[in-house]
């Protein structure tokens, strides 16, 4: 009664309380992937790619922590797991620009629309400069953060930024080959050509683009003499 107040502070305390925070955002993770998976699926109208998606937004978090480890930086706590939100939106983001590109160059002239070769040229054109500006300064913005006297604050900026980087890499390397490969050999196929038939966001993208053949299969086809 004497107007004395007591307050009690302990790291412990203060360490569990956080942890439980935490641990409560990692299900905020699961539904945002289960979400982002979804538009994926919708916007790219299938759910092939849209896992080929997911799948590449998923592994530029281990191969971040695989340089964060290689220059020597020990500390990692569960807040740099919360950098899949920011590589969740940059990573869709991506692969939109990718899709949408190679939506485009079906409807270009045939000089681009022609073949797989052609398209693949154009659409990766467009999209390694423009993913890599906005991949380039995002980054560089949570590099930044580096210059923070605060352990977790710095750690966690070099490893969003390397997670930034890492789903760039994947952007112009693993999706267009994951893009290729399925318009080629699963698209057209009578039985896999879609996971699941009855699913309509398993539909086949680009349909009306007709086969080119490889210029092997055209120097070794055998010719038929007119009757």
Request: with cysteine; aromatic share 16%.
């Amino acid at each position: 009664n004497g107007g004395v107040r007591v307050r009690f502070s302990s790291s412990y305390w203060l360490g569990d309380e956080f942890g439980d925070i935490i641990n409560g955002d990692f299900l905020m993770v699961a539904f945002s992937v289960v979400f982002v998976l979804i538009y994926m699926c919708i916007h790219m109208q299938s759910l092939a790619l849209g896992l080929f998606g997911i799948l590449m937004i998923i592994l530029s978090l281990p191969m971040a922590l695989f340089f964060y480890l290689i220059f020597g930086v020990a500390y990692f706590a569960q807040v740099h797991i919360l950098a899949v939100f920011i590589v969740l939106g940059v990573g869709a983001d991506d692969v939109f620009v990718f899709m949408d590109a190679w939506r485009q160059s079906a409807s270009m002239p045939p000089p681009i629309s022609g073949s797989y070769e052609t398209r693949m040229k154009f659409a990766y054109g467009r999209c390694a400069q423009a993913v890599f500006n906005t991949s380039f300064t995002t980054a560089i913005a949570f590099l930044t953060s580096a210059v923070s006297p605060v352990m977790p604050v710095a750690s966690f900026g070099y490893f969003a930024a390397l997670a930034i980087l890492m789903n760039y890499l994947l952007v112009v390397t693993f999706f267009p080959a994951a893009v290729m490969v399925w318009e080629v050999y699963f698209r057209r196929a009578a039985v896999i050509g879609c996971c699941f038939p009855c699913i309509p966001l398993c539909s086949l993208p680009s349909r009306d683009l007709p086969y080119s053949a490889p210029s092997s299969e055209i120097a070794t086809a055998p010719s038929v003499a007119p009757e």
